[in-house]
């Protein structure tokens, strides 16, 4: 999930996340999105999400990690990235 105070930064900043992640290319991951979160605004800011599907553990792992260290990077230091690696729901 990607969250911050403007809409539009938001949205741009969780496209750049769903394009590095369809770089990497890894076999067996599936990238759906991103799509604004079901509860688009909550506490101000607003939130969109990128879905991970992957074949095996290790493959989501090893890219979460990476996802993880380019961070500033790839959203801005205004907007935040939340990983959660095993979801129960996607609100």
């Known amino acids: ?3 911050g105070a403007m809409a539009d930064e938001v949205a741009a900043a ?3 996340v769903a394009d590095r992640l369809r ?3 890894a076999p ?3 990238v ?3 799509a604004p979160c079901p509860l688009e605004r909550l ?3 607003a939130r969109h999400h990128v879905l991970l599907k992957a074949d095996r553990p290790g493959v989501l792992g090893r890219t979460l990690w990476e996802l993880a260290r380019e961070e500033e990077a790839l959203v801005g230091t205004g907007n935040r990235l939340e ?3 095993d979801p129960l729901d996607l609100l």
């Open 1 to 3: 999930v990607v969250s």
């Open 43 to 45: 506490r101000g800011r």
């Open 14 to 16: 969780a496209e750049r």
């Open 83 to 85: 990983i959660d690696r």
């Open 28 to 30: 067996g991951l599936e």
């Open 32 to 34: 759906i999105g991103p």
């Open 23 to 25: 770089e990497e290319r």
